[in-house]
Protein backbone atom coordinates (compact mmCIF):
# COMPACT_ATOMS: atom_id res chain seq x y z
CA UNK A 1 0.00 0.00 0.00
CA UNK A 2 2.19 2.81 -1.13
CA UNK A 3 0.79 6.52 -2.21
CA UNK A 4 -0.50 6.50 -5.57
CA UNK A 5 -0.80 10.03 -7.75
CA UNK A 6 -2.76 8.58 -10.09
CA UNK A 7 -4.94 7.81 -7.15
CA UNK A 8 -7.60 10.48 -7.78
CA UNK A 9 -9.47 10.19 -11.22
CA UNK A 10 -11.51 13.28 -12.71
CA UNK A 11 -15.33 13.21 -13.18
CA UNK A 12 -17.44 13.85 -16.30
CA UNK A 13 -18.61 17.22 -14.05
CA UNK A 14 -16.08 19.86 -14.88
CA UNK A 15 -13.67 17.82 -14.87
CA UNK A 16 -13.19 17.67 -11.10
CA UNK A 17 -10.94 15.32 -9.45
CA UNK A 18 -12.56 12.73 -7.26
CA UNK A 19 -10.59 11.08 -4.42
CA UNK A 20 -10.40 7.14 -4.39
CA UNK A 21 -10.30 7.07 -0.56
CA UNK A 22 -11.88 9.16 2.00
CA UNK A 23 -11.72 8.94 5.06
CA UNK A 24 -14.23 10.63 7.60
CA UNK A 25 -13.71 11.12 11.49
CA UNK A 26 -17.38 11.68 12.32
CA UNK A 27 -17.75 14.31 14.99
CA UNK A 28 -19.88 16.58 16.68
CA UNK A 29 -22.90 14.64 17.86
CA UNK A 30 -22.83 15.40 21.48
CA UNK A 31 -22.47 18.47 20.07
CA UNK A 32 -25.28 18.52 17.80
CA UNK A 33 -27.19 17.16 20.63
CA UNK A 34 -26.55 19.85 23.72
CA UNK A 35 -27.15 22.30 21.07
CA UNK A 36 -30.77 21.24 20.73
CA UNK A 37 -31.48 20.34 24.36
CA UNK A 38 -31.67 16.91 23.54
CA UNK A 39 -30.19 13.62 24.82
CA UNK A 40 -26.67 12.57 23.23
CA UNK A 41 -28.42 9.54 22.46
CA UNK A 42 -30.52 11.73 19.79
CA UNK A 43 -27.18 12.99 18.56
CA UNK A 44 -25.94 9.47 18.17
CA UNK A 45 -28.95 9.07 15.97
CA UNK A 46 -29.10 12.03 13.68
CA UNK A 47 -25.61 10.78 13.53
CA UNK A 48 -25.67 7.26 12.36
CA UNK A 49 -28.66 8.48 9.99
CA UNK A 50 -26.73 11.27 8.20
CA UNK A 51 -24.33 8.05 7.53
CA UNK A 52 -27.00 6.33 5.61
CA UNK A 53 -27.04 9.49 3.45
CA UNK A 54 -23.23 10.09 2.72
CA UNK A 55 -22.31 6.71 1.74
CA UNK A 56 -25.15 7.04 -0.89
CA UNK A 57 -23.57 10.01 -1.88
CA UNK A 58 -19.97 9.49 -2.11
CA UNK A 59 -21.26 6.25 -3.79
CA UNK A 60 -22.82 7.96 -6.44
CA UNK A 61 -19.71 10.80 -6.96
CA UNK A 62 -17.78 8.01 -7.44
CA UNK A 63 -15.38 8.08 -4.70
CA UNK A 64 -14.41 3.56 -3.75
CA UNK A 65 -13.49 3.43 -0.39
CA UNK A 66 -15.39 5.24 2.30
CA UNK A 67 -13.48 4.88 6.02
CA UNK A 68 -15.94 6.28 8.94
CA UNK A 69 -14.27 6.58 12.67
CA UNK A 70 -17.09 4.92 14.23
CA UNK A 71 -15.95 3.61 17.78
CA UNK A 72 -12.55 4.54 18.61
CA UNK A 73 -10.82 2.38 20.96
CA UNK A 74 -10.32 5.42 23.66
CA UNK A 75 -14.54 5.73 23.05
CA UNK A 76 -14.30 2.82 25.89
CA UNK A 77 -13.65 5.31 28.44
CA UNK A 78 -16.79 8.00 27.58
CA UNK A 79 -19.60 7.60 30.30
CA UNK A 80 -20.84 3.49 30.19
CA UNK A 81 -24.49 5.06 29.38
CA UNK A 82 -23.72 6.84 26.18
CA UNK A 83 -21.30 3.40 25.43
CA UNK A 84 -23.84 1.31 26.02
CA UNK A 85 -26.00 3.62 23.81
CA UNK A 86 -23.81 3.39 20.68
CA UNK A 87 -23.27 -0.17 20.79
CA UNK A 88 -26.75 -0.90 21.10
CA UNK A 89 -27.85 1.44 18.18
CA UNK A 90 -24.63 0.41 16.28
CA UNK A 91 -25.81 -3.34 16.15
CA UNK A 92 -29.44 -1.68 15.40
CA UNK A 93 -28.09 -0.35 12.63
CA UNK A 94 -25.84 -2.93 11.12
CA UNK A 95 -28.52 -5.48 11.42
CA UNK A 96 -31.08 -3.35 9.79
CA UNK A 97 -28.93 -1.34 6.95
CA UNK A 98 -26.56 -4.30 6.11
CA UNK A 99 -28.94 -5.75 3.60
CA UNK A 100 -29.69 -2.57 1.72
CA UNK A 101 -25.99 -1.77 1.39
CA UNK A 102 -25.87 -5.36 -0.09
CA UNK A 103 -28.45 -4.64 -2.45
CA UNK A 104 -26.60 -1.21 -3.35
CA UNK A 105 -23.45 -3.43 -4.44
CA UNK A 106 -21.59 -1.81 -1.49
CA UNK A 107 -18.77 -4.38 0.13
CA UNK A 108 -18.57 -3.46 4.35
CA UNK A 109 -15.27 -4.02 5.89
CA UNK A 110 -14.71 -3.88 9.46
CA UNK A 111 -11.34 -2.30 10.75
CA UNK A 112 -10.60 -3.07 14.87
CA UNK A 113 -10.38 -5.17 17.40
CA UNK A 114 -13.41 -7.28 17.87
CA UNK A 115 -12.40 -8.99 21.87
CA UNK A 116 -14.27 -6.44 23.71
CA UNK A 117 -17.65 -6.34 21.65
CA UNK A 118 -20.45 -8.29 22.65
CA UNK A 119 -21.61 -11.40 20.83
CA UNK A 120 -24.38 -9.94 19.51
CA UNK A 121 -22.11 -7.08 17.48
CA UNK A 122 -19.80 -9.43 16.88
CA UNK A 123 -22.11 -11.55 14.97
CA UNK A 124 -24.02 -8.70 13.36
CA UNK A 125 -20.86 -7.29 11.69
CA UNK A 126 -19.07 -10.77 10.83
CA UNK A 127 -22.45 -11.38 9.20
CA UNK A 128 -23.02 -7.98 6.96
CA UNK A 129 -18.92 -8.16 6.19
CA UNK A 130 -19.83 -12.08 4.83
CA UNK A 131 -23.07 -11.04 2.98
CA UNK A 132 -21.12 -7.94 1.32
CA UNK A 133 -17.76 -10.29 0.49
CA UNK A 134 -18.12 -10.26 -3.28
CA UNK A 135 -19.97 -6.41 -4.06
CA UNK A 136 -17.67 -4.73 -6.34
CA UNK A 137 -19.21 -1.16 -5.67
CA UNK A 138 -18.13 1.01 -2.73
CA UNK A 139 -15.80 -0.50 -0.08
CA UNK A 140 -17.28 0.98 3.02
CA UNK A 141 -14.55 0.28 6.03
CA UNK A 142 -16.36 0.47 9.75
CA UNK A 143 -13.65 1.58 12.01
CA UNK A 144 -15.11 -0.20 15.23
CA UNK A 145 -13.22 -0.45 18.47
CA UNK A 146 -10.33 0.82 16.42
CA UNK A 147 -7.12 3.14 17.09
CA UNK A 148 -4.34 3.29 14.56
CA UNK A 149 -1.44 2.37 16.98
CA UNK A 150 -3.30 -0.50 18.48
CA UNK A 151 -3.36 -0.99 14.29
CA UNK A 152 0.21 -0.85 14.04
CA UNK A 153 0.76 -2.94 17.40
CA UNK A 154 -1.43 -5.66 16.02
CA UNK A 155 0.61 -5.69 12.89
CA UNK A 156 3.89 -5.80 14.03
CA UNK A 157 2.58 -9.04 16.44
CA UNK A 158 1.57 -10.61 13.32
CA UNK A 159 4.56 -9.66 11.69
CA UNK A 160 6.68 -11.85 14.48
CA UNK A 161 4.33 -14.87 14.49
CA UNK A 162 4.89 -15.48 11.14
CA UNK A 163 8.61 -15.32 11.25
CA UNK A 164 9.09 -12.81 8.48
CA UNK A 165 13.02 -12.12 8.75
CA UNK A 166 14.05 -8.19 10.08
CA UNK A 167 15.86 -7.87 6.38
CA UNK A 168 12.89 -8.83 4.29
CA UNK A 169 10.17 -6.46 6.13
CA UNK A 170 9.10 -3.63 3.67
CA UNK A 171 6.71 -1.02 4.04
CA UNK A 172 4.94 -2.45 1.20
CA UNK A 173 5.24 -6.03 3.17
CA UNK A 174 4.25 -4.31 6.62
CA UNK A 175 0.98 -2.67 4.82
CA UNK A 176 -0.19 -6.16 4.26
CA UNK A 177 -0.66 -6.96 8.03
CA UNK A 178 -2.79 -3.72 8.60
CA UNK A 179 -6.14 -4.15 8.60
CA UNK A 180 -6.48 -2.08 5.07
CA UNK A 181 -4.74 -4.49 3.41
CA UNK A 182 -6.44 -4.85 0.98
CA UNK A 183 -7.58 -1.09 0.39
CA UNK A 184 -5.70 1.71 -0.72
CA UNK A 185 -4.09 4.16 1.11
CA UNK A 186 -6.29 7.26 1.78
CA UNK A 187 -6.43 10.71 -0.58
CA UNK A 188 -8.86 12.92 1.54
CA UNK A 189 -9.18 12.68 5.57
CA UNK A 190 -12.06 14.47 6.57
CA UNK A 191 -12.71 15.82 10.26
CA UNK A 192 -16.07 17.58 11.14
CA UNK A 193 -16.48 19.52 14.00
CA UNK A 194 -14.15 22.03 13.64
CA UNK A 195 -10.70 20.01 15.66
CA UNK A 196 -7.64 20.00 13.76
CA UNK A 197 -6.41 16.40 14.76
CA UNK A 198 -6.75 12.90 13.25
CA UNK A 199 -7.76 11.15 17.29
CA UNK A 200 -4.94 7.97 16.44
CA UNK A 201 -7.11 7.31 12.94
CA UNK A 202 -5.06 5.86 10.37
CA UNK A 203 -2.02 6.71 11.53
CA UNK A 204 -0.24 4.72 8.66
CA UNK A 205 -2.71 5.08 5.69
CA UNK A 206 -3.02 8.99 5.66
CA UNK A 207 0.80 9.69 5.44
CA UNK A 208 -0.02 11.63 2.20
CA UNK A 209 -3.56 12.54 2.62
CA UNK A 210 -4.86 15.61 2.39
CA UNK A 211 -6.98 17.25 5.03
CA UNK A 212 -10.14 18.88 5.56
CA UNK A 213 -11.58 20.08 8.86
CA UNK A 214 -14.77 22.16 8.88
CA UNK A 215 -16.68 23.32 11.27
CA UNK A 216 -19.81 22.09 10.53
CA UNK A 217 -21.07 18.84 13.22
CA UNK A 218 -21.15 15.45 11.93
CA UNK A 219 -25.14 14.82 11.24
CA UNK A 220 -25.50 18.07 9.16
CA UNK A 221 -22.42 16.88 7.36
CA UNK A 222 -23.82 16.25 3.46
CA UNK A 223 -24.54 18.07 0.51
CA UNK A 224 -23.19 20.93 -0.12
CA UNK A 225 -20.68 20.42 2.50
CA UNK A 226 -19.18 17.03 0.65
CA UNK A 227 -19.32 19.36 -2.41
CA UNK A 228 -16.66 21.95 -0.20
CA UNK A 229 -14.86 19.09 0.91
CA UNK A 230 -14.37 17.83 -2.76
CA UNK A 231 -13.46 21.83 -3.93
CA UNK A 232 -10.39 22.20 -1.83
CA UNK A 233 -9.16 18.80 -2.63
CA UNK A 234 -9.15 19.83 -6.18
CA UNK A 235 -7.57 23.43 -5.15
CA UNK A 236 -4.26 21.10 -3.61
CA UNK A 237 -1.46 20.50 -5.16
CA UNK A 238 -0.49 16.93 -4.70
CA UNK A 239 3.10 16.23 -4.73
CA UNK A 240 3.69 13.11 -2.81
CA UNK A 241 7.19 14.86 -1.75
CA UNK A 242 8.17 15.68 -5.39
CA UNK A 243 8.82 18.86 -7.10
CA UNK A 244 6.45 19.96 -9.59
Known amino acids: MTANPEASKRTGEGSQAVPNHVAIIMDGNGRWADARGVDVSEGHHAGFENLQRVVADFAKRGVRYLT ?21 LAIAVIAHEAEQLHENDVRIKHLGRVDRLSDELRDELAQAVDMTADNTGLTLGIAFDYGGR ?3 VDAVKNVMADGVAAEDISEEKFSKYLYTSDMPEVDLMIRTGGDYRISNFLLWQTAYSEFYFPDVLWPDFYGKHIDDA ?3 FNE ?4 FGKRI
Open 68 to 88: MYAFSTENWDRPEPEVTGILE
Open 150 to 152: AEI
Open 230 to 232: FES
Open 236 to 239: RQRR
